[in-house]
């Protein structure tokens, strides 16, 4: 089992930088699958970025060349670094963990685990 902590939010203008980490305690960090999500008001979930165990990482078509997903093993951490934020980029942002990811890395519904999230605001 895993429990996820994320940090980082915050506000910021159009163009600027955040980053987002996940602090997550449990032995399953090391063979996880884990992802960034977010929701907007009265949107779905949906997948920001992913990495597996092996650091591979998967990105949303959205946030392509503009985040950038990271571990940090030592201090078994999960991190989101995020820059040329858009207005759209608004959302809580979510943790998530898995031991095993059948289909797609992006996709909410393949993730048992969840941290609450923190808010990302940008404003324009």
């Known amino acids: 089992q895993v429990h996820l902590v994320e940090s980082g939010g915050g506000s910021v203008q159009a163009g600027g930088s955040l980053r987002l980490s996940c602090a997550a305690s449990g032995a399953l960090y090391y063979r996880a699958y884990m992802g960034w999500f977010r929701q907007a008001p009265g949107k779905e979930r949906e997948g920001v970025a992913a990495?597996?165990?092996?650091?591979?990482?998967s990105y949303a078509d959205s946030v392509k060349g503009r985040f950038t997903i990271s571990k940090d093993n030592a201090k078994s951490t999960l991190n989101l670094q995020m820059n040329s934020l858009k207005p759209e980029d608004t959302a809580m942002y979510y943790c998530?963990?898995?031991?095993?990811?059948?289909?797609?890395?992006?996709?909410?519904?393949?993730?048992?685990?969840w941290g609450q999230g923190t808010q990302v605001t940008v404003s324009s």
């Open positions: 998530a963990a898995d031991p095993y990811v059948a289909g797609s890395r992006t996709d909410p519904d393949n993730y048992g685990y």
């Open positions: 990495i597996d165990s092996r650091g591979t990482p």
